[in-house]
T-cell receptor
Framework: DAKTTQPNSMESNEEEPVHLPCNHS???????IHWYRQLPSQGPEYVIH???SNVNNRMASLAIAEDRKSSTLILHRATLRDAAVYYC??????????????FGTGTRLKVLA | DGGITQSPKYLFRKEGQNVTLSCEQN?????MYWYRQDPGQGLRLIYY???????QKGDIAEGYSVSREKKESFPLTVTSAQKNPTAFYLC????????????FGSGTRLTVV
């Protein structure tokens, strides 16, 4: 199973950009990179996903390294509401079309006012 | 609005009793999943189902049982065989075989008293 490695915690000042790194050196050619975030006592929320090219949506941007062995989630202007645990996950499903996520412990982001 | 509903939000159980957690979705998603989360930990997969009347064990299925009689519903029973059932339980759904993400419920916090 392809695994990801993330720092346990990071801090950011409010209104500043945040770059959350993720290493996935064993990623396979068809694995998508997904990011979720989880606020306290809530279910995880989808943030963004990508395969090879950088991706942008209203929540964040995803920068994927050329060799795909790492990626970075970018929050352009952190707010207090962005304080959460961020999970970087690889699709794990083989060829059957069935896939299930394997969650690590994620990165706990603290946003300082 | 479409979504996934877990009930109850909080549940207390006496040791030795079975308890069933409800998960209902109106997203017309084929696949549904149950995860367990312990304090400060990531999510661990208990069971998942890709179609009605079919389900597979995840990484920590011992002491749990599920059913999938309807597409919309995927209840989880925590049996007395589960040695340490106190945890936060999360249900999710997705389009089977899709590269898009999961939709999670808001979770059920189970406490054994």
């Amino acid at each position: 199973d392809a695994k990801t490695t993330q720092p346990n915690s990071m801090e950011s000042n409010e209104e500043e950009p945040v770059h959350l790194p993720c290493n996935h050196s064993t990623i396979s050619g068809t694995d998508y990179i997904h990011w979720y975030r989880q606020l306290p006592s809530q279910g995880p929320e989808y943030v963004i996903h990508g395969l090879t090219s950088n991706v942008n949506n209203r929540m964040a941007s995803l920068a994927i390294a050329e060799d795909r062995k790492s990626s970075t989630l970018i929050l352009h202007r952190a707010t207090l509401r962005d304080a959460a645990v961020y999970y970087c996950i690889l699709r794990d499903g083989g060829t059957s079309g069935t896939y299930k996520y394997i969650f690590g412990t994620g990165t706990r982001l603290k946003v300082l006012a | 609005d479409g979504g996934i509903t877990q009930s109850p939000k909080y549940l207390f159980r006496k040791e030795g009793q079975n308890v069933t957690l409800s998960c209902e979705q109106n997203l017309n998603h084929d696949a549904m999943y149950w995860y367990r989360q312990d304090p400060g930990q990531g999510l661990r997969l208990i069971y998942y189902s890709q179609i009605v009347n079919d389900f597979q064990k995840g990484d920590i299925a011992e002491g749990y049982s599920v059913s999938r009689e309807k597409k919309e519903s995927f209840p989880l029973t925590v049996t007395s065989a589960q040695k340490n059932p106190t945890a936060f339980y999360l249900c999710a759904s997705s389009i089977a075989g899709s590269y898009y993400g999961y939709t999670f419920g808001s979770g059920t916090r189970l406490t054994v008293v």
